[in-house]
């Protein structure tokens, strides 16, 4: 009897570290999602920047250059 009690005493405690070990992983994969998550966050941020300044930037090319064009032409 004592040698199952033992056999059933280490079955109790691996099981035990099993059940820690899932804990962790659980917490370690609710901060991957919450990381991912911030991540993507981000990305659709810059991209909603890189949208709007696309627009801009060729306005302020236009203007610059149509400005340029003019100052070539007034001073040469």
């Given at each position: 009897?004592?040698?199952?009690?033992?056999?059933?005493?280490?079955?109790?405690?691996?099981?035990?570290?099993?059940?820690?070990?899932?804990?962790?992983?659980?917490?370690?994969?609710?901060?991957?999602?919450?990381?991912?998550?911030?991540?993507?966050?981000?990305?659709?941020?810059?991209?909603?920047?890189?949208?709007n300044?696309?627009?801009?930037?060729?306005?302020?090319?236009?203007?610059?250059?149509?400005?340029?064009?003019?100052?070539?032409?007034?001073?040469?």
């Amino acid at each position: 009897m004592d040698h199952q009690d033992d056999i059933s005493i280490r079955i109790a405690a691996s099981l035990a570290q099993i059940n820690i070990n899932l804990e962790r992983l659980q917490v370690m994969l609710s901060a991957v999602v919450e990381t991912t998550s911030d991540h993507e966050q981000r990305l659709r941020s810059i991209e909603r920047w890189k949208y709007n300044l696309t627009p801009l930037l060729a306005v302020a090319t236009f203007v610059l250059g149509a400005v340029f064009s003019v100052a070539l032409e007034k001073y040469l």
